[in-house]
Every structure is written in structure tokens, then in C-alpha cells.
């Protein structure tokens, strides 16, 4: 059983488009967020929900919108898609906020074109 | 403003030895430390944390050291094996969960 699962893996859009990434977690945790791989490898945080609230928001563009329909999903969906967009996003969960470690899931590599 | 660093981008080492990944922080709020493992097109993987209020944390083959005062971790694998080439990223964490990631460091074991 996949612990964190994302869909799709890779997504190859055009600009202007709006896409969505879904992300489950059956690990039972309360906490969930996503997290942008750029170019240079690093990776950062956008988003945090904690028993579907909104915990932390990055300076990430409002065309990113998170949406949490229960403690499971974590989705995000983003409008007006740009070439500065493309990375691999990857979702995770944890028990908690902090003291607690994040488990990742595979990752969603987007591509902008 | 990078609040961890992780200043070597890349470390080979033979199997069988030890080996050391290096990790600093600037931010003394920081109150816990992880680090992760990462293959090619996967997520990264959880491997050992600890938290500010210890100085080490072993865990079979890896062992996490902090050292407060220079703001310092590093992460020790004894042995090294040539399935422990990947790419390993330092975290560290405030209480809200947020996590900061150093820049990752490709380790490669040669057999």
C-alpha cells in the first residue's frame, strides 16, 4: 500500500491552462502539504493543512490554490499555468505539525510549454 | 536567505567506509532536524531526525549528530553501501511544521 500517492506523475500542459494535482495519504496523519521542487533542486513549501485549515501559506502566487475535502486529500489546483510553473511537486503528511517528520510522496513533474 | 546549507554538492566514498554529510543553520528557532534520502524521480524519503534537545541519534548504520553551539548537524553512515548512493537533503523544522531544506548532497559508494 502506497503510503502518500499523487496523480498524475507527469503532466505536460500548455500555458494559460489550468490543471489539477490530487494527492491521498492513508497514513491517517492530520497534517498535509505540498512542496515545489525548482530547476536548482531546491525544495521549498507552499502550502500546510492542518484538519482541513490552512496553516502555512507561502508567498506562492494566488493562481495556487490548495483544497482539502478531507483529512486524506490534499489537492492543488493552478490557473493560468506559466512556463516559470514547470518543476516536480511533491505532496507529503504528517503526524502533526512540528516534531514530527514528513513522509513524501513520488512526486508530480510539470511541464509548461 | 538560505537558512540551511548544505555547502558540498557532492561526496564519493568506497564501500565499506564512513560516510559524513555536512549540514549548517542560521536560524536558532529551529527545533528540529531531519534528513532524507532521494532517489531519481521519487519523493525523498524519511531516514533519522533529532530533536534540539540531544546532541545524537543512531539508528542502525546512521547516526545524527548536532552540535547547537555552531549550529551544526551531520549525518554519519557506517557502513557505506553502494545502495546508499542518492542524493540526501538536511531539514530543519520550526513548530509549525514548516520544514527548510538544505540543497541536497549526491552521495555516490563505489563497490
Known amino acids: 500500500d502506497t503510503a502518500v500517492s499523487q496523480t498524475p506523475k507527469y503532466l505536460v500542459t500548455q500555458m494559460g491552462n489550468d490543471k489539477s494535482i490530487k494527492c491521498e495519504q492513508n497514513l491517517g496523519h492530520d497534517t498535509m502539504y505540498w512542496y515545489k521542487q525548482d530547476s536548482k533542486k531546491f525544495l521549498k513549501i507552499m502550502f500546510s493543512y492542518n484538519n482541513k485549515e490552512l496553516i502555512i501559506n507561502e508567498t506562492v502566487p494566488n493562481r495556487f490554490s490548495p483544497k482539502s475535502p478531507d483529512k486524506a486529500h490534499l489537492n492543488l489546483h493552478i490557473n493560468s499555468l506559466e512556463l516559470g510553473d514547470s518543476a516536480v511537486y511533491f505532496c507529503?503528511?504528517?503526524?502533526?505539525?512540528?516534531?514530527?517528520?514528513?513522509?513524501f510522496g513520488p512526486g508530480t513533474r510539470l511541464t509548461v510549454t | 536567505d538560505q537558512q540551511v546549507k548544505q555547502n558540498s554538492p557532492s561526496l564519493s566514498v568506497q564501500e565499506g567506509r564512513i560516510s559524513i554529510l555536512n549540514c549548517d543553520y542560521t536560524n536558532s528557532m529551529f527545533d528540529y532536524f531531519l534528513w532524507y534520502k532521494k532517489y531519481p524521480a521519487e519523493g525523498p524519503t524519511f531516514l533519522i531526525s533529532?530533536?534540539?534537545?540531544?546532541d545524537k541519534n543512531e539508528d542502525g548504520r546512521f547516526t545524527v549528530f548536532l552540535n547547537k553551539s555552531a549550529k551544526h548537524l551531520s549525518l554519519h553512515i557506517v557502513p557505506s553501501q553502494p545502495g546508499d548512493s542518492a542524493v540526501y537533503f538536511c531539514?530543519?523544522?520550526?513548530?509549525?511544521?514548516?520544514?527548510?531544506f538544505g540543497q541536497g548532497t549526491t552521495l555516490q559508494v563505489k563497490p
Open positions: 507529503a503528511s504528517s503526524q502533526g505539525t512540528g516534531g514530527y517528520e514528513q513522509y
Open positions: 531539514a530543519a523544522s520550526l513548530n509549525t511544521g514548516k520544514l527548510i
Open positions: 533529532i530533536s534540539s534537545i540531544k
